[in-house]
């Protein structure tokens, strides 16, 4: 089963309906604070929050996970320059609470949805994997704190 973070967003409805019709199992994980419950047409439901580990744990305890999206973010630019403790709270914290309870339960498969935030004013176009990361915003810094700390995850935990 695919455990999609996020899965009730726009980006994350979209993957699930694209997994299901691909015959995949999916589990979406969400909790509504700025997603749609309409959204979760597709596979099974997890309401709850990446933040809290002991739901986690009941989640990978119950289903047999081999892969986790995650794809969940709050991403305002503008709120998070004016409530940047929100974005680090939720952005960085509590995917290295997910990542936590993935390596508690064996999970290694992982794919993270970062952003274009993480380039900031690019000095050039179009942009590719090797352009001068240089985010604005705290949005942006949240997005790129989470993909240098998972080289670090990787090597620690397969």
């Not at 999916?26 to 709850?48: E, I, K, M, P, Y």
């Not at 986790?68 to 709270?89: D, F, I, Q, R, T």
């Not at 995917?95 to 936590?100: A, D, E, G, M, S």
């Amino acid at each position: 089963m695919i455990l999609i973070c996020g899965g009730a967003g726009y980006i994350g409805s979209h993957v699930n309906k694209l997994l299901f019709r691909e015959g995949r199992q999916t589990l979406v994980l969400d909790n509504f604070v700025r997603g749609h419950r309409q959204a979760c047409r597709w596979g099974s439901l997890a309401q709850g929050d990446i933040g809290d580990a002991d739901f986690l744990n009941e989640v990978f305890t119950r289903h047999k996970i081999c892969a986790v999206m995650h794809l969940c973010a709050y991403s305002c630019v503008g709120e998070s320059v004016l409530k940047p403790e929100l974005y680090y709270e939720n952005n960085v914290k509590n995917t290295v609470t997910l990542l936590n309870a993935m390596a508690r339960h064996g999970v290694r498969d992982f794919i993270f949805s970062s952003s274009a935030a993480v380039f900031g004013a690019p000095d050039k176009m179009p942009l590719d994997e090797n352009s001068t990361l240089a985010p604005v915003n705290p949005y942006g810094r949240t997005k790129l704190m989470v993909e240098k700390l998972l080289p670090d995850y990787a090597k620690a935990h397969g």
